[in-house]
């Protein structure tokens, strides 16, 4: 069973750094693509970013595009979300995404400007960051 698992949220202040990180198992990692997403009450869930399996292809939502960064390592199973200059309308809960893509498709999703929650199947619990004014 693929289990996904977010952490690294947490309460930072406006301006502040912060780095999320994401496990996944019982999956060949280096076959896998990978997404960040957030959701606040009331909205709906959106692609923060979003990484190819060899890390070559990436998307970034226009909001975070010079301030947050993805990256993975395959020798861990583990992608990350460095996220730089933190403002208070990134306060969200932090969800990990991960979706087999051994044919690269989320290049052609990425190509499209945007990364939909629906190409990921497994998911994780979310991670709470906070960004206060």
């Known amino acids: 069973q693929v289990q996904v698992v977010e952490s690294g949220g947490d309460l930072v202040q406006t301006g502040g750094s912060l780095t999320l990180s994401c496990t996944a198992s019982?999956?060949?990692?280096?076959?896998?693509?990978m997404g960040w997403f957030r959701q606040v009450p009331g909205k709906e869930r959106e692609g923060v970013a979003c990484?190819?399996?060899?890390?070559?292809?990436?998307y970034y939502e226009d909001s975070v595009k010079g301030r947050f960064t993805v990256s993975r390592d395959n020798n861990k199973n583990t992608v990350y979300l460095h996220m730089n200059n933190l403002r208070p309308e990134d306060t969200a809960m932090y969800y990990c995404?991960?979706?087999?893509?051994?044919?690269?498709?989320?290049?052609?999703?990425?190509?499209?400007?945007?990364?939909?929650?629906?190409?990921?199947?497994?998911w994780g619990q979310g991670t709470q960051v906070t960004v206060s004014s």
């Open positions: 019982e999956l060949t990692f280096g076959d896998t693509a």
């Open positions: 995404a991960a979706d087999h893509d051994i044919h690269d498709v989320l290049k052609v999703v990425v190509g499209t400007a945007r990364c939909p929650p629906t190409f990921f199947a497994f």
């Open positions: 990484i190819g399996r060899k890390g070559d292809i990436t």
